[in-house]
């Protein structure tokens, strides 16, 4: 099965929602099989307009649902292969982003509704006297 693939460059961490790749170019591929939609692997015949030393490292294939991949290239007698891996944050961003959810740690507000450890809410020493006449 042939899909049409989107390739391109990112320069951000893999943990952050919102990247913004380069992409250089699209190209068609073959998928080998056995495939799966999070981790497929794709040849893209020697004739392709990229080469190896290309700083390709990321992709996106429209017809899965518009994932996002990082993307590896190697060289073959065949052409290159891509292994690819999913890139779920970028995938399913809008998702992500729309869920309403309470944030237990913020660096601009508290949360007085939440109990956290690693927070001290007005901890006071306690002292107390008692009278010990009866020691011997």
Known sequence: MAVSVML??????????GKSPTWYTTVTCELKQPC????????????????AETAINYAKIQDFGGRCYF???TTSPQGYILSLTVDVLESFKSDILSVPCT??????A?????IDQSYVTGAQDTIMFKNCSNIK
């Open 8 to 17: 391109g460059t990112i320069t951000e961490l893999a943990n952050v929602i």
């Open 36 to 51: 799966t939609i999070e981790k497929p692997t794709l040849l893209l015949s020697s004739g392709a307009s990229i080469t």
């Open 71 to 73: 993307c590896t290239l």
């Open 103 to 108: 944030i237990a740690r913020n660096e601009g």
């Open 110 to 114: 508290d949360q007085s509704m939440i």
